[in-house]
């Protein structure tokens, strides 16, 4: 007998929260969809508790960690844990994530009837995403500060790209052997390795777009290393009149960025043409992602907040439309991916 409770999170409940990823998640192959849907809306639960400015990021961090003790069966105080869940869920302007925060319960619960080895996945990516988010509440100040802080170099940059999205990559890669088994032909290694990079790709544009944003909160992800080399501080990125002086940092760390997309394309192709519903539910966000570095490479003014390289909806249903006719063809996708990314370089 279905279970409305699970239908609703699983249905209505993730596609509030989850927008554009929604589509990606629909396409994918029946068996995929719950395990990595519930582990969608546990990290997303875990996002907004981290994301919540009114609440102090000490309690913020204490509901983090007490939320992935839950999702991991470790033992805790459960009525504390709904106590601090709903002074945050209270917090909420977005009536969403309000019902997401209150959802936890029901959610842990359908975490609990997932197959050992799906429950196993979930909870080490859940895990490794708020890990990524207790990295933000501990080397950033308070929102609400008027501080800034800078991570100190490049692989300190790296490692928080795989915390936050490279680790999905893997989780995805699990996710196929274990319910398409024998569609990838690609060693396991060979394609967590490949996800991981389709990840840091996806949050390197990221960064890079919303930098402007970032900064205003006290937050800034290019590493004070780099803004040496380029004579910046991160308050001289505070001012959108320096874009252009910063453009030559933006374009070093967009290079690194094109070349986990590269990485990107070989996952992809690893699919075979026939997963198309698999395939597509990769080329939606690469393309998607490179639209995005398009628009960010002609914007002069990527500092500022108010002029976010976002690409547009009708976009994306126009990229989502022109997909279904490239999806069965390696040479297509190719060609297709390659040229964009030879677009971006030629505007540097």
Not at 76 to 82: E, I, N, R, T
Not at 186 to 212: H, I, W, Y
Not at 286 to 309: C, F, H, M, R, Y
């Amino acid at each position: 007998m279905p279970n409305p409770t699970r239908a609703f999170l699983l249905g209505p409940l993730l596609k509030g929260v989850s927008r554009s990823f929604y589509l990606t998640l629909r396409v994918l192959p029946v068996g995929m969809r719950d395990p990595i849907g519930l582990a969608y809306l546990l990290a997303r639960a875990a996002d907004t508790i981290a994301d919540t400015s009114l609440v102090a990021p000490e309690q913020r961090l204490q509901l983090l960690l007490a939320l992935r003790d839950q999702v991991n069966g470790v033992s805790s105080d459960g009525a504390l844990f709904q106590r601090m869940a709903a002074e945050v869920a209270g917090q909420q302007s977005q009536s969403d994530e309000k019902v997401l925060l209150e959802s936890l319960g029901p959610a842990l619960d359908i975490l609990a009837q997932l197959n050992e080895s799906d429950r196993k996945a979930v909870r080490e990516i859940v895990s490794t995403l708020t890990e990524g988010m207790e990295f933000d509440l501990r080397a950033f100040p308070d929102e609400r500060s008027g501080r800034i802080a800078a991570l100190r170099e490049y692989p300190e940059l790296d490692r928080y790209t795989y915390l936050v999205a490279g680790c999905v990559g893997e989780f995805w890669t699990t996710m196929t052997y274990a319910h398409m088994p024998g569609t990838l032909k690609e060693r396991p290694e060979t394609m967590a390795s490949r996800g991981v990079r389709f990840g840091k790709a996806l949050q390197m544009t990221n960064v890079l777009r919303d930098c402007g944003k970032d900064l205003r909160i006290g937050r800034c992800y290019l590493p004070q290393t780099l803004l040496d080399q380029h004579g910046l501080s991160p308050q001289d990125l505070l001012l959108p009149a320096n874009s252009l002086r910063a453009r030559p940092l933006m374009i070093e760390l967009l290079r690194t960025t094109l070349d986990h997309f590269r990485e990107a394309l070989d996952y992809t192709l690893a699919i075979p043409a026939f997963s198309v519903r698999l395939r597509l539910a990769c080329l939606w966000p690469i393309l998607i992602g490179l639209e995005t570095l398009l628009l960010l490479v002609d914007n002069e003014a990527w500092l500022d907040p108010q002029k976010v390289s976002k690409v547009r909806r009708n976009t994306v249903y126009r990229i989502i439309a022109s997909s279904l006719l490239l999806v069965g063809s390696n040479a297509l996708v190719r060609q297709s991916i390659e040229q964009r990314i030879r677009h971006i370089e030629g505007r540097f």
